[in-house]
């Protein structure tokens, strides 16, 4: 169950801080659905969440893992994160910036990812600062392993919206698009990439 306080702290981070939050509400539950969906049903997977925020999308995959694996979750903001250690005792709660993924997988001895999922606000992001995490997610990545993000359909037609897929495409070798989610707040859809580009970093670089 969502803590009572999750909702309203979402909406006061956001206010403070929108180009880190990037949406005043929280991702539903069909996109939180769909961005766990490629966590594989048997073995124990390393999963990496992105901007884990209050934790709609950690509850799906905690769900999706069933007590198996490993679930690492990144966020930056301090009460988002301890929001989270508060809910999900289980999970691994790292409060820093994403693009620090490759160095939190190396001091936990961690191996490479096997799923990552993002809610970053990706098209809020400097375009450096986007790549920069993009090249880490590879870099972190199995070479079987997958990747899903949730992006805004409001904005899909703007540059930024643009540079964001075209640098999925530099980084993947497979991108897809799902449906529009209409009843997101506000609507979305997600991208889901597999084969990264770059070669997965070692758990000890």
Known sequence: ???????????????????????????????????????????????????????????????RLGGRGHHLAIEID???????????????????????????????????????????????????????ILAAVAASMAPHGAFTTITLSMGSRMPGARRFRDALGVTFEEVTQSRTFWRNPPPAFVYEAHRPRQRPASPHS
């Not at 006061?12 to 990037?22: D, E, I, S």
């Not at 709660?93 to 001091?107: G, I, K, Q």
């Open 78 to 132: 301090p009460v988002f994160a301890g929001l989270l250690r508060e809910r999900y005792p289980t999970v691994d709660v790292a409060e820093a910036d994403a693009s620090r993924l490759p160095a939190l997988l190396a001091e936990r001895g961690l191996g490479a990812a096997d799923v990552v999922v993002s809610a970053l606000p990706w098209t809020l992001l400097p375009d450096e600062q986007a790549r920069g």
């Open 1 to 63: 169950m969502q803590s009572s306080t999750a909702p309203g702290a979402f909406v006061q981070r956001f206010l403070r801080n929108p180009a880190r939050v990037g949406t005043p509400a929280a991702t539903s539950a069909a996109v939180s659905r769909q961005m766990a969906a490629p966590i594989p049903e048997h073995g124990d997977p390393l999963v990496v969440e992105l901007g884990a925020g209050t934790g709609a999308v950690t509850e799906w995959i905690q769900q």
